[in-house]
């Protein structure tokens, strides 16, 4: 199987968890479509897959660690909801449909992305209850997720972002930490928490998160040159809306080339970190390093 | 010790731990503020103190059961925020002060109400690792809390009230389940929660959880009948806002003589609850019930 066919695959497990999860559990009909709406429509699942994948490398069966997976999703989805409101990023569009909140009004989406937020926690620690992993781990795997999605991660890299906008003069320290937090955190926390759950000791642990942080900000820095060179269409969204909106990004600040070179330094650091690992999960990781990166050429 | 300075003395607890649990997390200096601000805003700490006193009657320490107690006043003051923005019931005060967004801006509200809820789930499953108690109960406990936050509970019953506001000819019905969902949920799963944290079997458990729903409903009640009769001051909003809104509640559905009644129904059915329990703890609860209803008179 190539590699778009093994993600595919693989983003299937968590799209057939996902179609099913809030479903029967007594939310108002309106408030079900609207997460749903967000939920459900797409996207690389690239979060989730990383939580299995790399669970499955260090030997825990994926169907295991489905659920926790699942909630990375969820929160991803809520983040999304909010960064497109009016007095956010002010979005109409995300992935090539009407944002939730042009969709559903401010109202829902506000409570779209608080209810899929609350859902991510009750999955990921109901996980633990349904699937048999020992508390212990799902604990401690939800407070190091707790810690990436929070004020100290990608709710305070949010609030960093909307205070730079605009801002002239913002320097490459002040992008990289704010970057780090909005998009990396929740990256890093997703490769680290796969391993948490399989029960890793600390080397295993201490290689997922340096995978997880270097492809964090590879995926970032290629998001940011997308942003200037990319297809309108694959994207989903206007080319050129970060500039549009007074964004510091890469390019912006270190030019295309330079970007490119950086995307390629982190890439080859996530392989380095996979060194010691073969067999199809550990293939699969190095693939995803790839194709982060030649997405931007 | 008199019942206030009994709930002062347990509500100073909870503010001492509140106080010092966000600071030095490396949150953004404006976002943490923002969050302090509304955290640290005063209020009765309701259902922390219901967690602790569930917890101590059944026969935990208080001290073990605080980071979890505190993280569903993280989780209270999220709503308040969130209801507060002027896409949701658009309040301009809350306690007596500018809300949140009224002082920060509607992203940095919306981002403080997120931070917070993440934050939350971080404090309660953190609990578990620091105060050594046994992951499984706080796993559980935390699977509780988010289902009553989450879209089946408070998040779903701020959707069903935004859906029903100015709706003519709401019924009763109609107006306890949203209410139920609402605040409800919280209050109850703040009891039910402290009873789990102490490692309660069957009959506890269903005691706290009978106690927090009677005490939940008599609580509502009694809000509905002080937006009618009650003194702005005391309320930190304005006497009335509720019918200003079209907003359906007790008095207006019932008058007020039967809200008061059905208020001292659900009182008794709390004191029921605690019959087979004496001593301190057992003592507040009951005079906490008591309290909640003679507000209203």
Redesign the interface.
Known sequence: MGFKAELAARAGQVDAFLAGC?KG????A???EA?EYSLLAGGKRLRPVLTLTWAGLLGLDRESALPFASGLELIHT?SLI?DD?P??DDDDLRRGRPSNHKKF????A??A???L???A??LM??S??ARGL???R???A??VL??A????GM??G???D??YTGRPGLGLDELRTMQAMKTGALITAACLCGAMLSGAGPEDLSRAEAYGRAVGVAFQIVDDILDVVGDQKALGKPVGSDQEKGKSTYPALVGLEESRRLAGVHADRALSSLAPYSGPDAEFLRDLARFIVHRAF
Chains 1, 2 share one sequence.
């Open positions: 809030l559990r007594g939310f108002p309106g408030l079900l997460m809520y909010h409101l007095a956010m009004g401010e109202a829902s506000i409570l992305g608080d209810g937020l609350t859902e926690f009750g620690c109901a633990g209850l020992p508390a212990d799902v604990l401690r939800t407070s707790a810690a999605a929070g004020a100290g709710v305070g949010q609030a960093l909307m205070e």
